[in-house]
């Protein structure tokens, strides 16, 4: 089973600041990573597919790179919204796997 | 726009199952290119895939080898939908459980269904 590792566990931005999420794989799941955010009380939602492919609806600001085992998830310029829970997914093996996450939080 | 709806019980007794239902609308659970899966939230366990049930020329599932001997997921034609049965359910079962759509990344969730196992 292939294990997810993002880090930092909280990432604390100001408004209008940049972002950068780490993701690591245990193995090489080339670009098969999603990312989704999450608010309380809601289900994730998707935000890139294939590493770096923006899900429908996703703003610019949000940026997916990396292949292999080392993937990030860059926001360009924090929006009040924006602040939630990120969390990456591999779908390169089964099961697919969730890392732990990782919260943004105002500073 | 598929959309995802859940229902079933909010609460089970340890020991018993736990039943879920998924009905689908903008997509067949027949589909050939998308799966249909279990996820489960706990704040000790994360996100946690179950399971997927999906349609290539024939039916096939897929189950997390922790819970494989209690997971049973069904897709029903009739009613496009399916369904997540989990027997012999512990505490530990406790969770936010989601039923989605996807065939590696999810793009559909539907609302979540916290079940609580409890006496």
């Known amino acids: 089973e292939i294990v997810m590792t993002q880090s930092p566990a909280t990432l604390s931005v100001s408004p209008g600041e940049r972002a950068t999420l780490s993701c690591r794989a245990s193995q090489s799941v080339s670009s098969d990573l999603a990312w989704y955010q999450q608010k309380p009380g809601q289900a994730p939602r998707l935000l890139i597919y294939?590493?770096?492919t923006r899900a429908t609806g996703i703003p610019a600001r949000f940026s997916g790179s990396g292949s292999g085992t080392e993937f990030t998830l860059t926001i360009s310029s924090l929006q009040s919204e924006d602040f939630a829970v990120y969390y990456c997914?591999?779908?390169?093996?089964?099961?697919?796997?969730f890392g732990g996450g990782t919260k943004v939080e105002i500073k | 726009q598929v959309q995802l709806q859940q229902s079933g019980p909010g609460l089970v007794k340890p020991s018993q199952t736990l039943s879920l239902t998924c009905a689908i609308s903008g997509d067949s659970v027949s589909s050939s290119s998308a799966a249909w899966n279990w996820i489960r939230q706990s704040p000790s366990r994360g996100l946690e895939w179950l399971g997927r049930t999906y349609y290539r020329s024939k039916w096939y599932n897929d189950y997390e080898v922790s819970v494989k001997s209690r997971v049973t997921i069904n897709p029903d034609t009739s009613k496009n939908q399916f369904s997540l049965q989990m027997n012999s359910v512990t505490p530990e079962d406790t969770a936010v459980y989601y039923c989605?759509?996807?065939?590696?990344?999810?793009?559909?969730w539907g609302q979540g269904t916290l079940v609580t196992v409890s006496s």
């Open positions: 989605t759509r996807g065939a590696g990344a999810i793009d559909s």
């Open positions: 294939g590493a770096s």
């Open positions: 997914q591999q779908y390169n093996n089964w099961p697919p796997g």
